[in-house]
């Protein structure tokens, strides 16, 4: 089956955040809040627009990436930008068919055309390295508190463009979502179960778990 992809349009708002929901749903928390996370993200100064794109199968919407502007910060205090994509979401039913994969690599070149030097996510290492991405702390990239993450991911576009400096990772704001705003926002959605997986587990194994 082919996959089209393309940049979202206004029009297919709601229908991105009803797939995010559903992508989302008791992955890892009971519930979540990843299609509150996409609505205010698209008005976030950090958002570009540029780099959100919807992937198309069965003439229907089926996955979605979005991206925001980070930076980094060097021991001199030196910043350079960087970007950072999340949430990549796609239809349960839909997933395992390389869709993700194929958001992620469209939205990459995009990215390099774009002028980004480097790309700097949280997530699992298994679903990331097979795109480039590395731990971030073989490039000196670690979080605020200057802890390496076993989440912190980092691909260079531009090989060697991080070497010799050490770098703090700062993502934006809109990542920290308002969780009473976001439980009033899923009201506006059909009504589903809230209840534990084995994924919320590992979910918060990985979230914790730093490299030495």
Known sequence: MEIQIRNEHENDFRQVEELTREAFWNLHVPGCDEHYLVHV????????????????????IVGNIMYTKSH??????DTVE?????????????????????????????????????????????????HGFKGSKSLNVSD????????????????GYLNGHSWK??????YEPDEI?????????PKK??????SQEEFIIASNAYIE
């Open 41 to 60: 993200m698209r008005n976030h100064p950090d958002f570009i627009s540029e780099l959100d794109f919807v992937a198309i199968m069965d003439n229907k």
């Open 72 to 77: 980094l910060k060097n021991e001199s205090g």
């Open 82 to 130: 960087t970007f950072t994509f999340g949430p990549v979401s796609v239809l349960p039913e839909y997933q395992k068919k390389g869709i993700g994969s194929a958001l992620i690599q469209h939205s990459i070149k995009k990215a390099a055309e774009l002028g980004c030097k480097a790309i700097v996510i949280e997530g699992h290492p298994h679903d990331y390295c097979g």
């Open 144 to 159: 605020s508190n200057g802890k390496y993450p076993y989440s912190l991911l980092v691909v260079e576009l531009e090989k």
């Open 169 to 174: 990772f700062y993502p934006s704001t809109v």
């Open 181 to 189: 705003k976001s439980t009033e926002f899923d009201k506006l959605f």
């Open 193 to 198: 179960e809230k209840f534990y997986k084995p």
